[in-house]
């Protein structure tokens, strides 16, 4: 039995987590989640990066798609290669977050709520929104009705 995966299923699977995560940490800012507002930012700019891979292959496991889709921007018309680049940029930035949103700073006892403020948790959101609209952007001159 072999498993094949459609692209474009792919492409708006990511597409929906990215929207999704984006949602939640909207959710998380309304309740003052600073942490929770940074973690789910992430998860956003990593899916929206990873849906825009997953055009031309499965994604990685990676929290940060960064370099994958910095090996694709040949593949893109020249107008998306900024747009790619930047989302890259953001995908590269937010991923370190993903740990320690979740984890803190173990080795000196720093819980995830002792690490973030009001402002790096706008910041990430910001970034997550950016990352959004440069995917939505890309796949919409892909071809994929958004």
Do not use: C
């Not at 492409?11 to 940074?38: N, Q, S």
């Not at 720093?110 to 952007?137: G, I």
């Amino acid at each position: 039995m072999s498993l094949e995966l459609d692209p474009g299923e792919e492409v708006m699977y990511r597409l929906a987590l990215a929207r999704e995560h984006l949602e939640r940490a909207r959710k998380r800012l309304r309740v003052e989640d600073w942490a929770g507002v940074v973690e789910a930012a992430q998860l956003a700019a990593e899916n929206a990066a990873k849906a825009v891979i997953a055009h031309f292959h499965v994604p990685s496991w990676s929290h940060d798609p960064s370099r994958e889709l910095q090996g694709l921007v040949t593949q893109l018309p020249p107008a998306l290669v900024g747009a790619a680049l930047k989302l890259a940029t953001i995908a590269r930035e937010l991923a370190p977050e993903h740990g320690v949103a979740t984890y803190g700073v173990p080795q000196e006892r720093l819980t995830p709520a002792q690490l973030y403020t009001r402002e790096k948790a706008l910041n990430a959101l910001r970034l997550a929104e950016d990352a959004l609209e440069k995917a939505t952007l890309i796949l919409r001159v892909l071809g994929y009705g958004l």
